[in-house]
Structure formats: structure tokens, C-alpha cells
């Protein structure tokens, strides 16, 4: 794998034999010997991927691009395979891709993808080692040339996925910021711009010191903020929040349903309702008395009164007739309804008889010769 290239030409010429006296021939002569002799290391050779291999996990085919003829010194059946140097972290070149492989104990190894086209989705310079021009990449990658790089800060870390999403662990401010994004959508000076609102589903991690707009609100500070279409969270056994306090909006006159999916739903009770309308009750049969007192003691201030009541009746009627008193906006599950059991029933299958097939004993039949016009040899031919 490891070579050392010669710099320059071996320039030696035939010598007759006889001890060299100094002089301006010797002198030169061994300056080109010296010359001659110095070559470059290379210990990382480029190596073209031909095939993804479906014999050992992330290993690849292909040949070496300096000396095409080279061994490979791989694994799999054929020794052919070469495997990705590192088993924790494995970038899957495309077929036409350039990756730089090194040699351990005998043994090639592939460490990365060089990038030969400065390109997040595809870096592949089909034929360079002189195999058949490339019709595709692989089985089933399709290229997409509109895939972008992903802005990103001096020190920044990012990870550009060849799919429109990657990671980047980032700064705003020298404050610490990781971003996770798929399907960017914002493009600033030809670069994917993550925008937390715009972009189909991200998860940004801040730290103190950092902002970000969400819902075109300023956002600061420590904070982890998820956004997408739809989010689904699903514990096994629990799902514990906790904070001094919890909100859960639903704008859009949504629906906030608590409890078991399955069983149905019932209104919750709005309180500041409910207040009122118990209030209402507890002083309605005062009133009453009042109205009466004075109907007889003050018929003036009897009218004021009992406007007063005939109000208040009408709004404890429509408490009840419109269920006003109901908040349907946040449904919660049923405590009454209980999942049936389902239970099987015990088939009582009667037995199958046990038939025993009679032998048949067919008689020998002799049957006449039949003439199909062609010789046994054309028989023989045409079956």
C-alpha cells in the first residue's frame, strides 16, 4: 500500500570499469546518483469504489487510482473487500467515489471520502482509474445536484448529511448551540440558513448567552425547542414533566385529549363557570325572599330587584341548556370505560375419522402400437 515515488530519473551512464579520478564528471555523477535515488512516501493511496459490497457490512470494491494494478488486501471470499477503518462511525461511499485507504498488518482500510467535487450530496469523478465511464451510483442513491452545504460559524463542527439534514455543533456568540435538521429550506448565498420556523423538523439545544426566532418571537437563554408537522412522544411505562409550571396550548380552537386513546372522550369543567354558577344557586332563594319582601314593603326598589333575579335565572338556565359550564377544548378519557377482555372460545372439534385408502390393483393393459409416421431417432430429437 505504502510506495515511495521516484523524483527524478536515474541518470547513471555505462562506465568502462576502470577507478574514477575527481574531476567535474565524478562530481556530477555522483550528484545524480544522489539525485536519482530520492523518491516520496505515500502511506494514504485514493482508491476508486467500483461496488458496495453486500458481503460484509460498509465494506466497498474498487481499484487503486496510481497503481490500478496494485493488490487489494482485503476481506470477504475474494480478499477484495475493503473495510471502513473505523467500526463505530461508517461513511458509505457512492459507487465513482474517491476514498483514501491505508494498510494495517497486511490489511487495507478505508478512512474517508475525498472530496473531489465540494459537494454534500455526491463526490464521485467517475473513470479515474480507467474502468468503464459510471452509469449510476449505486443500487438505489439518486443525485441531487440542489443539495447545499449548511452555514455555519469560524469553530463550528457540522455533519452534512447527502439528503438535505445534518447536525452542527455550533456557537452563536462563542455560546454553545447544537442544531439537528432535515429538509433545510432557507438558502443564503448558496447555503443551507437553519431557520427553526421554516425548516420541516428540527431540534435545537441552547445554552445560555445564545437566541433564536421562534414563531417570529425572539428566544433566548437555556432552552431545547422542537418543531415539526406533528411531534409523538411515547413511553413504554411513564412520561414524567416537570416544572413550575406546564403549559399545553392548542390554538386553532384544537382539542387537548388526556387518557387512554381508545376510550372515549368527555368535557372537562370550566371553573370560573362553575363558580359562578354555584353562587348563583346558593344566593338565588335569598333573593326570592327579598323580591317578595319588597314587592309588598317597597314596590320601587322591588322592579330594580327582581330585574336583578330574572337575570340571574336566565343565566343559570343557559348554564345548563348550553353547557356552558363544559370546556370541550380539553377532553379527558372516560375513568368509567374499561377495555373488554376479549375471550376466545374453547372449540369442541370432533375427531376426524381415520380413513385408511384402499390399494388399487390396476391391471396390465395391453395396448396396441401406435404409428406416428417419423422414425424412433427423430423421436429421440424432438424430446
Known sequence: MAYHKQLFPDKRTKRDGNLAKYNADLDKYVSDRIQSAQTEFHEIEAFE????????????????????????????????????????????PLVGEHVAVIEFNNKHYYTDIINRQNSPNENALAGTSGYDELKKYGDTFQRDKSIKHIDINEGDIVFNSRFNGGIVLGSDDNKAVTKIVVGHKKVKNNLYSQNIDFDDSSIYLMSEGTATNLNGQRVEGKKVLIKSDDIFITGRK???????????????????????????????IRGDVML?????????????????????ANPAVFVAKAKALVDKIVRLTEVITKQTFLNKQVMTANPDFKLPKLEIPDLDLPDVPNIKVPNLDLPDLDLPDVDLGISKEDLEDIT
Open 49 to 92: 469504489v467500483t461496488e458496495i459490497s453486500k458481503e460484509v457490512y460498509g465494506g466497498v470494491k474498487g481499484v487503486f487510482i496510481d497503481e490500478d494494478s496494485q493488490t487489494v488486501k482485503g476481506f470477504g471470499q475474494n480478499e477484495d473487500i475493503v473495510l471502513c477503518l473505523k467500526p463505530n462511525f461508517t461513511q458509505i
Open 238 to 268: 411513564n412520561i414524567f414533566l416537570e416544572a413550575d409550571e406546564v403549559f399545553i396550548n392548542a390554538k386553532k380552537v384544537g382539542t387537548i385529549k388526556m387518557g387512554d386513546p381508545r376510550a372515549p372522550m368527555v368535557p372537562t
Open 276 to 296: 359562578k354558577f354555584q353562587s348563583d344557586i346558593l344566593t338565588l332563594f335569598s333573593d326570592i325572599q327579598q323580591v317578595l319582601v319588597l314587592l309588598i
